[in-house]
C-alpha cells in the first residue's frame, strides 16, 4: 500500500495487461480502418465492438488495482472475467473483416448465419479456453454437458427451431439471398437469412422479420423460381369486352398488338397470351397473360400493358366494356352531334392540307378523303407498320413521334428518322399495293389517321391526272431510302429517279385500275 506510484503502476499494468496487448491492438485498429473504410454499413457494429474492448481494458486495469490493493483473489476472477470479453471483442472484429471484408474480395459471399455460427463456436471455444487457463477441470463440464443440452434444448424450443430452420434453408437452398418470396399476404425480396429470421424487403420499403421455423413449418412460394431458366413470374392483366365483338377477334388484337410491343420487362418468351375466361351478364372477360423479368416493377409494367391494351382496341374499333342505358335523344342532340361531326371533318382537312401528297387536291376531294379516315391510336412501343408486310393504307401522324428503322439481314435494325406531326407513311402500300419499306415504331403515344385503298379509290376515278402529281411526290419520297439499302451515290439516283416515276406511274394505275389518257 506504501509502494511508490511507479512501483505501483508496474504492478498493476503487469497484473492486469498482457504482453501481447500492444500487437492486439495495431491488429485491432488495422481492421477497424478497412471495415469502416470499405464497409460503412457496419459502421455502427465497429463502433459498439471497440467500446466494448475499451470497456474490458479499462475493466482488466480495475481488476489489477483491486488484485494489488490487498484482493488478489477478486482481482483474479475480475481478471478473467474481462479477458474473455477482450477475446470476445476481437472475434467479432475478426469476423467483420474475414466474412464481410476478406471473403468479398476474393469473390465468395458466405450466408449470414454462417458468420453466426463460426462467431458463436469462437466465443464457446474461447470460453473453454480461459476456463481451462484458469484452472477449472474441464472434465466435470462435459460430464454433465448431456442434462445441460436437454434443459436447454426443452427451455430454447423456438430458438433452436429458429437456429435449425436456418441452417436447413441455407444448405438445402430453397431459399436464397436475392429469391423473391410469397409468405401468406406479404410478397418481398429475401435480404438476409439469419441464425433466427430471414429479413424480406417488400416494395412498400417494408423489412419483414419472418422466424425461421415459420418457414420451415407453413408453405410458401418462390416466385419466379423454374428449374435453371431466367427469373420472370407470370402476370395477369384483366379487362372486359362486349358481345358485339367476337372472341376470336379480340384475342388476336390483343395478342398481336403485345407481342409486336417493346414494352419494359415483358419478357419475348414464353410469349404474351390473351385467353377469354369468362362470360358475365354483360360482357366477355378477358386477360393478357404475361412473363415479367423484373419482379420489383410488378404494378408500372401491368399499367404499361393496360396503355397497350387500351390503345389496341382503339385502333380496332373495339369498346372496352362499360355500364350502358338507352336514353332518347332529342332533335336538339341530333343537331349538337352533327356540329361535332363537322368539326371533326374540318379538323381532318385541316390536317390533310399539311401533308404534300394531298396538296393538289380540291376541297370536296379533301373533304370526302376526311370523311372515310379512321382514328388509329398507338401507344409507345407499338409497332405500327412492319418492313416487308402487304398493307393497302397509309397513316398520317398527328401526335406523338415514331421512329422509322430500316430491317438489313443479318445486321441489327438501322434508325433512319423519327417522324413528327405532318408526316405520312405507308404510301406506296395505299397507291400501288407494295410491301413495306421500313419498320415505324412509336417513340410515345401515338395518334394516327388512317386511309385505306377503297377511300381513296373515289377521289383517282374521278380525277385520274391526280395520279401524275402523286407519282413525282412519291418518287422524290423513295429514292432516298433505295439509296441507302442499295449504297447508291447520287449521280445513280438521280439517273433512276425518272424511270421511277414512269414504273410508280403505271403501278398506281394498273392498281386502282385507272385509264391512261
Partial sequence: MNQPFPELWNSVRAFAWHEDLLALLLLVGFIAVLVARYRPSDRHKLFSTLLLLGFSLLGQLAA??????????????????????????????LGLFVFRLALPLLRMNPPRILEDIAVFVAYIAWGFVRLHAAGLDLSGIVATSAVITAVLAFSMQDTLGNILGGLALQFDSSVEIGDWVKVDDIVGKVVEVRWRYTA????????????????????????????????????????????????????????????????PNVAKTPEPS???????????????????????????????????????????????????????????????????????IQERMEALRKVELFSTFHEDELQAIAEKLVHAPFAKGDVITHQGAVAHWLYMLVEGEADVFLEVPDQDRRKLSTLLPGNFFGEMGLMTGAPRTATVIAATDVECYQLDKA??????????????????ILVSRRYGLDSMQQDMDVTARANQMAQQHQDILARIRNFFSLKTA
Avoid at 354483360?282 to 416493377?297: E, V
Avoid at 377511300?455 to 413525282?472: D, G, K, T, W
Fill in 455 to 472: 377511300s381513296f379509290q373515289e377521289v383517282l376515278q374521278n380525277r385520274p391526272q391526280l395520279a401524275e402529281e402523286i407519282s413525282r
Fill in 64 to 93: 489489477g488495482i483491486t488484485a494489488v490493493t490487498g484482493f488478489p483473489t477478486i482481482g483474479a476472477g475480475l481478471l478473467e472475467a474481462f479477458l474473455i470479453l477482450e477475446g470476445i471483442t476481437v472475434i467479432s472484429l
Fill in 200 to 263: 424480406v424487403e417488400t416494395r412498400n420499403w417494408e423489412t419483414v422479420v419472418i422466424p425461421n421455423s415459420q418457414l420451415m413449418k407453413g408453405k410458401f412460394a418462390v416466385l419466379g423460381r423454374h428449374g435453371d431458366d431466367a427469373v420472370q413470374w407470370r402476370r395477369w392483366v384483366w379487362f372486359n369486352v362486349g358481345y358485339q365483338t367476337t372472341p376470336s377477334r379480340v384475342i388476336d388484337t390483343i395478342q398481336k398488338a403485345i407481342r409486336h410491343a417493346d414494352i
Fill in 274 to 344: 390473351c385467353v377469354l375466361m369468362d362470360f358475365t351478364e354483360s360482357f366477355g372477360r378477358y386477360a393478357i397473360r404475361y412473363w415479367l423479368t423484373d419482379l420489383q416493377a410488378d404494378d408500372p409494367t401491368d399499367s404499361e400493358v393496360r396503355d397497350h391494351i387500351y390503345a389496341a382496341l382503339q385502333r380496332a374499333g373495339i369498346r372496352l366494356a362499360f355500364p350502358e342505358h338507352n336514353v332518347h335523344m332529342t332533335k336538339e342532340s341530333e343537331k349538337h352531334a352533327q356540329a361535332k361531326h363537322i368539326r371533326h
